[in-house]
DNA sequence: TTGAAAGCGGTACCAT
DNA sequence: ATGGTACCGCTTTCAA
């Protein structure tokens, strides 16, 4: 029973016609639950199969089929909170829909478009999440020529479909919210400018924070504006910068919860204390940030990497062309830091 | 350029031949560096594979040779910081060194099975990497028959190589850095004793704990022990146990950075202070640690991915027959928690 | 040094 | 309802 093959546990469709006493085109009917076979035959095939532990090879049905039922999924770096929730939702879906997943970290432009180009020239995938990786025109090209299933995550692309959140609310969201509390002189922790990867996020959530401030009748002062990496150590950064300031911000908008984190972190080194010395938020919805306390506006990002998996599952499987683009709702979670 | 062959994108070995005017065969071996191809030929054949965008067929290749290059790696969730670190360490050596990554969640001992049973039947990776995931006997033997390269990390198992930290270790340094600080009552908030996964994680570490307090002539209070979920919940929850004791303990060492973390929530929940009512410390080297000015161990779980990743390519790879148990050093990073 | 051809393990078309 | 068989794109003998 462990080896019934004698080759690795490995049993072939061959195997499961001759101990099924059919040939290997009605077993292949057979586990396909394919129309034409009788339900006797069914019957003795599925036994057999089970009783040799037969499952088909992905790669000869890949080559036989054109599908391989994989999908891939880049993403920026692995190691990251954000990521790992979109990873996770998508990989329950897909494993639950017979697809296998496999992942690439994509750090930079360069090995982007290695990526593009392998997946197109390879094929080893019947589908593409990108996340957080807008796409170079080239890149598109080549995409859009090659009949793979595309979603992106993060960021728009016309010529394929997205899982997105509505950055431009978010950033309004977090300041109506600071505004609300009382805050006039409210400060913004932004991205890096000229990210490599041409990441979009930071740009809408800080646009939408202008626009806010501009509605209250206030101007957006350039001097509360700090950009640093969007992580806990940039957050951090930037917020001390903002701290130094002779007529500090009462409040600030990190446009990501690690960047809040540090912010956070860097307002305790300074001996003050939130939200009463200065208040802070920050956006995603990151585990820690119950516990620690932080406003925030929860993006579902687990969710995001969930829906894009079953559109990306049903253009596929050419069930129902998904929707073109699909927007996940973010809600503020009000906590003590603000 | 965009589409030299009008099928997507997609040149396949026959196209190559027929541009440079040599047989498949030729072809076949002039892009795998075989030896007994003339120079001018393997030049002829390099341009022409560039020229057509050329990429082998993984499935085929895989299909002609028996070797996938794919790894497939297993972990009881995704959306956890300790198994992104793994990961993220993993997908970097893999892809450098030409393998493709799969992954799987396997969150219940059912599944761990199907996910062996599945990795043994289809083939459809060299090798396997299990993360935290204990193997059950029936396991072990299909794998052991199933000539797959497996690698495991957090646990031991025999029949395979691992990846391991020193846990007894782990629990004894945490325990003698408390005891250094003066703490006499030093309790511990341990993992769940019944974990269907069998985690052997928690039991290793707690191990250490009592050692280490026999050694020096304490006795570990079972009353000062309180089990509680791996996550800052579970930290959380345990913490607040703990707290409600009429004679609290004044130090407390959390099995991980995590549970810490929900610790050190509860304590500031009741009013106390860290470090001075109570010294708390976790284990991981978690990338907040630093921030929340956590006390823990840093186990490197980057790096452990990265080790597996590398031992497992030069198993499949045929150089050298890795080491059988690798352990990667810890080391206490002290801050203010205690 | 090169080419021809037999697989690898399935799928899908065409017969029966 | 079932079987025969030509692929899918590559690797790997075996001959030349």
């Keep these: 029973m462990t080896d019934p093959t004698g080759r690795g546990g490995r049993a072939t469709i061959e195997d499961v016609a001759a101990a099924a006493g059919v040939s290997v085109a009605t077993v292949s009917r057979a586990l396909r639950d394919l129309p034409n076979v009788a339900s ?9 199969a089970l009783s040799l532990n037969y499952r088909a090879d992905p790669s000869a049905r890949h080559l036989a089929s054109g599908r391989s039922r994989n999908v891939e999924i880049a993403v920026p770096v692995l190691n990251s909170w954000y990521f790992s929730e979109v990873l996770a939702g998508a990989e ?5 829909c017979g697809y296998s997943l496999s992942i690439s970290a994509v750090p930079t432009p360069t090995a982007r478009f290695d990526f593009v180009r392998n997946a197109v020239a390879s094929r080893h995938a019947d589908g593409l999440i990108m996340v957080d ?23 728009k692309c016309p010529s394929f479909h997205s899982v997105l959140v509505d950055n431009l609310a978010i950033g309004r969201i977090a300041t109506e919210h600071l505004f609300d509390r009382g805050h006039r002189r409210i400060g913004i922790l932004t991205g890096q400018p000229n990210d490599s990867l041409r990441f979009t996020v930071p740009k809408d959530r800080a646009e939408g924070y ?36 002779d ?44 516990i620690t306390g932080l406003t925030t506006i929860d993006q579902h990002v687990g969710q995001q990497g969930v829906v894009a998996a079953r559109q990306l599952v049903a253009l596929l499987d050419g069930a129902v062309e998904p929707a073109r683009q699909i927007e996940i709702e973010s809600n503020l979670i009000v906590r003590g830091s603000t």
Tied chains: 1, 2.
């Design 133 to 155: 990786l807008p796409l170079a025109d080239l890149e598109i090209d080549m995409l859009e020529n090659s009949n793979l299933g595309v979603f992106t995550i993060g960021f």
């Design 210 to 245: 202008r626009q806010m401030l501009t509605s209250h009748g206030l101007v957006a002062d350039p001097g509360l504006s700090c950009s640093g990496h969007f992580s806990v150590d940039g957050g951090r950064e930037a917020m001390n910068q903002l701290l130094k300031l």
């Design 92 to 96: 329950a879906v897909l494993s639950e």
């Design 247 to 290: 007529d500090p911000p009462t409040a600030v908008f990190a446009l990501s919860d690690e960047m809040a984190f540090g912010a956070m972190a860097a307002t305790r080194d300074c001996g003050l204390t939130t939200p009463d010395d200065v208040a802070i938020m920050g956006v995603d919805g990151h585990y820690l940030a119950e």
């Design 40 to 48: 006797s035959t069914k019957q003795r095939v599925t036994e057999a």
